[in-house]
């Protein structure tokens, strides 16, 4: 009979001590040594034939190393299994021996799921933001909207704030003479959106379409390039477009354009303004899980075994070479390596509170997730395929401990106002 010893190194590693005795490994020994029989041929013995003490002496060490190896495996199964130990990654033999009395003494060390400790996980103070809407925030947002159906439509005469302008731009000395190959053709500004030089935006203000005027750039004294603080660079300007943007009419046919679904100007911002409270209240919620998940890990540390991480990483990987072939594995790894511990800590940390609190996914659950799904088709899917089902399980007993650690806290709300 196999016996085994268990040393904890960590919360994730082990030491496994087993001695397996001679009566289980000779069967080995001789059950190879008929199947090296049966392969080779002596000379003066029909294959198969030849004397088993004949084999031994020239197979021997062959032998000799694969009763070693299978012997090492069949202990290594019965001690995982008769202990319930999961296994992640591969076993790390330290010593393999055969004692004198025959028996195969062996030491190895594996890696486990994490056994998780729980320090503390109730009681903690958070902030998280609750947002409050303002009407004028909303009309910027219709605004921005309305900005992207925007018509251009060409003027003459003077650039203005607001204008889309075209422009040809050619740097010259202190003369006035043209700089060679300082010359900028097409360069396309819309006066007011920060994007090109202040000061030499200021100055197209106020210039004539088709009409090269000159402008000057003067850099201070305490310029942070010390080789521009002072200088003066000359630019002679030619406006070749101007254009206005002229928005829509907020109106139920522009609505209707939009989202065939709303009718009236009236349905659109009430539909607007509940889209942007959704996604602040999902910011806030997001932000607000992030800082709960962060802090039970800081006050529950634990390893978690390399191979667990390589293999969260491998789908990490996979998932987004599938979308991006020519990504660099590598950098990927070493990209997403933190959230991929953090995330697996979280894992556990979730599970572990869930055995130590008693959190089950109960039918009512279940019945009630099912009833919410208004589609038939996607409830039958649930309905009859168990992997599915079993995910959506995962994700119910997840919530119901997330909402025991939100019960458990103290929650601060931080007033934000947007307007």
Not at 335 to 341: E, I, V
Not at 392 to 415: C, G, I, Q
Request: aromatic content about 8%; hydrophobic content about 35%; glycine content about 4%.
């Amino acid at each position: 009979m196999i016996k085994t010893e268990i040393k904890k190194i960590s919360n994730c590693r082990k030491e496994l001590n087993i001695i397996m005795p001679k009566a289980e490994i000779e069967p080995i020994r001789e059950k190879e040594v008929l199947n090296v029989r049966k392969s080779v041929q002596f000379p003066g013995f029909r294959k198969g034939k030849a004397p088993l003490s004949m084999v031994k002496k020239s197979y021997g060490q062959h032998i000799e190393a694969y009763t070693m190896e299978t012997a090492v495996q069949k202990a290594l199964e019965t001690a995982v299994t008769e202990n319930d130990l999961q296994v992640v990654g591969m076993p790390d033999p330290k010593k393999v021996d055969f004692t004198d009395d025959g028996d195969l003494s062996m030491t190895i060390e594996v890696d486990t799921y994490p056994e998780v400790e729980l320090k503390k996980y109730k009681g903690f103070d958070f902030i998280k933001d609750k947002y409050t809407i303002e009407d004028s925030f909303i009309e910027e947002n219709i605004n921005r909207m309305l900005k992207q159906h925007a018509t251009r439509v060409e003027e003459d005469g003077k650039v203005n704030e607001g204008h889309i302008v075209l422009i040809d731009m050619q740097e010259l000395d202190s003369a006035g003479a043209p700089l060679v190959g300082k010359k900028y053709k097409d360069i396309a500004i819309t006066i007011g959106d920060g994007r090109f030089d202040p000061e030499l935006e200021k100055q197209i203000v106020g210039l004539e379409k088709g009409k090269a005027q000159k402008i000057t750039k003067e850099y201070p004294k305490d310029y942070a390039q010390k080789e521009m603080a002072g200088k003066k660079e000359y630019y002679e300007i030619t406006v070749k477009k101007i254009e206005k943007e002229e928005l829509p009419d907020l109106n139920d046919e522009f609505v209707q354009k939009i989202n065939p679904n709303i009718k009236t100007v009236a349905e659109f911002k009430d539909f607007v303004t509940k889209g942007i409270k959704q996604d602040y209240e999902n910011e806030a919620e997001n932000r607000f899980s992030q800082d709960l998940s962060q802090k039970l890990i800081e006050e529950n540390p634990f390893d978690v075994p390399d191979a667990l991480v390589e293999n969260y990483l491998n789908n990490v990987v996979k998932d987004v070479k599938r979308r991006d072939p020519k990504a660099n594995e590598q950098q990927l790894r070493e990209y997403y390596r933190t959230d991929a511990l953090a995330n697996l800590k979280w894992h556990y940390i979730k599970d572990q509170i869930a055995k130590d609190e008693k959190i089950e996914v109960e039918e009512k659950d279940i019945e009630d997730f099912l009833n919410k799904i208004e589609n038939e088709e996607v409830r039958k899917i649930y309905k009859e395929n168990e992997a599915v089902m079993a995910e959506a399980k995962h994700s119910l007993k997840d919530r119901k401990v997330y909402d025991f650690l939100v019960a458990n806290s103290v929650v601060n709300e931080n007033e934000v106002k947007l307007d």
